[in-house]
C-alpha cells in the first residue's frame, strides 16, 4: 500500500484541505514528522492504515526553514518509502502567497519581520518561502523521484474561487468521488486590517518573545499573554500603515525575482503540469 502526499506550499489553502479530509471516513490523514528527523534512522514508519486512502498533509516537507533535512533529501526518502506514492502540490501567485506569509509571521512574531524587504531577503524563513515558490523547479526535482502522472499541481486560486471544481480534481487524484457534504462551513475568523497588522509590527520589534521557527516551544505561554495584550491594543488604537509596506513591487530585488518566477512558472508548463491559459487568467507571471 502506497500514501499520498499533500505538500502545501505554506498559505495556499492547506488547513482548510486538512479540514476536509479529516472528517472523511475514506481517508486516514497524518502529518508525521518520519522524513524530516532522525526517526528515518532511529524508528520504523507508521504502519499505513489498511482499507482507507492514507494521505499526509504536510507542508513543512516542503520548507527548509522549519527543516533540517534537505528536500532532495525529503524526496529521496519518500520514494525509497512509497516508490508509487501520488504528489500533490497546491500552488498560488507567488506575489500574493509571499505577502501572505509575511503577515502570518507579523501575527506570530517571528523575528525579522521589520520591513517586507527585510523580511523576504534578510531571514532565513523569508529567503526559504521565496524558494518554496519556484514551482517549476519543484516540479523538476520531482520528476526525478516519481511518475510524472503521480505528480500533480493544482491551484489555491480554484479552492477560493471553485471549491467544488478544486475538491473534484484533489478527490479524482485519490480515486474517490468527493462528498460535497464534507465542504467546510464559513467561520468567523478575527482578522486583522493592514493598518493593524502595520503597527502589530511596530509593536513586535519591542517584544521579548521573537521566534525563529513554528518549532521553537521556549516562552510559549508567555508569548500567548503577549499576543493577547497586542492585539487588544492594535484593537484600540489607529495608525495608518505607509502606502508601499505591503507593496513587494516597491521591494529592492522583486524585479530580478519576477524574473525567476516567470521561468519557472515557464517550465512548469513546458513539463506538461498545468496550462499556461490558466496561470495568465490567475495573473501568475508567464
Not at 478527490?171 to 475568523?189: A, D, M, T, V
Amino acid at each position: 500500500m502506497s500514501k499520498v502526499f499533500h505538500i502545501g506550499i505554506p498559505k495556499s489553502g492547506t488547513t482548510s484541505i486538512q479540514s476536509v479530509l479529516e472528517k472523511d471516513e475514506r481517508i486516514a490523514l497524518s502529518r508525521s514528522a518520519y522524513f524530516t528527523t532522525s526517526l528515518w534512522w532511529s524508528h520504523k514508519e507508521e504502519p499505513l492504515v489498511t482499507n482507507k486512502i492514507n494521505i499526509e498533509s504536510n507542508e513543512t516537507l516542503i520548507t527548509a526553514g522549519f527543516n533540517k533535512v534537505k528536500l532532495t533529501e525529503v524526496f529521496n526518502r519518500i520514494s525509497k518509502v512509497h516508490p508509487n506514492a501520488k504528489i500533490i502540490v497546491t500552488i498560488r501567485r507567488q506575489e500574493d502567497a509571499i505577502i501572505s506569509m509575511f503577515k502570518y509571521h507579523i501575527k506570530h512574531n517571528f523575528k525579522g519581520v521589520k520591513t517586507l524587504g527585510n523580511w523576504m531577503f534578510k531571514t532565513n524563513l523569508g529567503i526559504d518561502y521565496l524558494s518554496v515558490c519556484m514551482y517549476g523547479d519543484i516540479a523538476k526535482l520531482l520528476l526525478l523521484h516519481f511518475k510524472k502522472e503521480n505528480i500533480h499541481f493544482l491551484f489555491f486560486e480554484d479552492l477560493k474561487t471553485q471549491p467544488d471544481d478544486f475538491y473534484n480534481a484533489f478527490y479524482n487524484i485519490l480515486g474517490l468521488s468527493f462528498k460535497p457534504e464534507l465542504k467546510n462551513r464559513p467561520k468567523n475568523i478575527m482578522t486583522l486590517s493592514e493598518n493593524q497588522l502595520y503597527l502589530l509590527s511596530r509593536l513586535n520589534l519591542c517584544s521579548l518573545t521573537q521566534v525563529n521557527s513554528e518549532q521553537n516551544l521556549t516562552f510559549r505561554k508567555l508569548r500567548s499573554l503577549e499576543k493577547r495584550a497586542k492585539i487588544l491594543m492594535v484593537k484600540l488604537f489607529n495608525i495608518n500603515r505607509p502606502k508601499s509596506f505591503f507593496k513587494i513591487e516597491e521591494i529592492k530585488g522583486y524585479k530580478t525575482l519576477k524574473e525567476d518566477y516567470k521561468a519557472s512558472n515557464k517550465l512548469l508548463v513546458e513539463l506538461g503540469f498545468v496550462e499556461e491559459a490558466k496561470l495568465k487568467a490567475y495573473n501568475y507571471n508567464i
